[in-house]
Nanobody
Framework: QVQLVESGGGLVQPGGSLRLSCAAS????????LGWYRQTPGNQREKVGSVSMGGHTTYHDSVKGRFTISRDNVQNIVSLEMNSLRPEDTAVYYC????????????WGQGTQVTVSS
């Protein structure tokens, strides 16, 4: 069982920056993929990006060049550095983990609100 706890959301002006972090516990968990999703009211959750244990990253086209995902495999922390934020980035951001151990297990954080507004 993996628990994910996000932090770092809040209100920021357009063009500003925010950093989200997600701590996975227990810290010794072998998590294959860590990533971030976001969701706005009435819409499906969409994948923002992910990072594998080996450091391979993927990003949604809308955030390429603006967002950066990084991962600390020792402490099992994944971060999302968000720059040049736009109003359309406003959403609840969820941390996501995939553990492959015979079966594929998925875990979600509780979500953190990011609001981009002047």
């Amino acid at each position: 069982q993996v628990q994910l706890v996000e932090s770092g959301g809040g209100l920021v002006q357009p063009g500003g920056s925010l950093r989200l972090s997600c701590a996975a516990s227990p810290s010794g968990s072998s998590i294959n993929v860590l990533g971030w999703y976001r969701q706005t009211p009435g819409n499906q959750r969409e994948k923002v990006g992910s990072v594998s244990m080996g450091g391979h990253t993927t990003y949604h086209d809308s955030v390429k060049g603006r967002f950066t995902i990084s991962r600390d495999n020792v402490q099992n922390i994944v971060s999302l550095e968000m720059n040049s934020l736009r109003p359309e980035d406003t959403a609840v951001y969820y941390c996501h983990a995939i553990v492959t151990s015979g079966f594929v297990y998925e875990y979600w954080g509780q979500g953190t609100q990011v609001t981009v507004s002047s």
